[in-house]
């Protein structure tokens, strides 16, 4: 199993940047596909990015492209959601996931599949003037 811990959140003015890190434990030996997602009040979870353990498979949703970029530190088992030019409409609550053991192909952005069996504990981020 994995742990995810997150880290990160808080308040930023619109137009900063902001980095949000998730940190893996457990049985990161197996390698693990990590999700970024966000769910803002009154609305349903959305993905955002994911990436593959080594990178050959990558997926951003189009309403973020851009704006916010994935990036891991193997050595760290720690992954990263930086975020740019951050408007009010991105304030939400932030999670990371990791699927293990993966699947072949390109990582999924839809929550609800099951294909996500470990999760952060979530990052409020607000943008606000």
């Known amino acids: 199993q994995l742990q995810l811990v997150e880290s990160g959140g808080g308040l930023v003015r619109p137009g900063g940047s902001l980095r949000l890190s998730c940190t893996a434990s457990?049985?990161?030996?197996?390698?693990?596909?990590i999700g970024w997602f966000r769910q803002a009040p009154g609305k349903e979870r959305e993905g955002l990015s994911c990436?593959?353990?080594?990178?050959?498979?990558?997926n951003t949703a189009n309403s973020v492209k851009g704006r916010f970029t994935i990036s891991r530190d193997m050595i760290k088992n720690t992954a990263y959601l930086q975020m740019y030019n951050m408007s009010p409409e991105v304030t939400a609550v932030y999670y990371c996931?990791?699927?293990?053991?993966?699947?072949?192909?390109?990582?999924?952005?839809?929550?609800?599949?099951?294909?996500?069996?470990?999760w952060g504990q979530g990052a409020q981020v607000t943008v606000s003037s």
């Open positions: 990436r593959s353990f080594f990178g050959e498979w990558t």
């Open positions: 996931a990791a699927e293990q053991p993966v699947r072949p192909g390109i990582c999924t952005l839809e929550a609800d599949k099951g294909r996500y069996q470990y």
């Open positions: 457990g049985n990161t030996r197996n390698v693990y596909t």
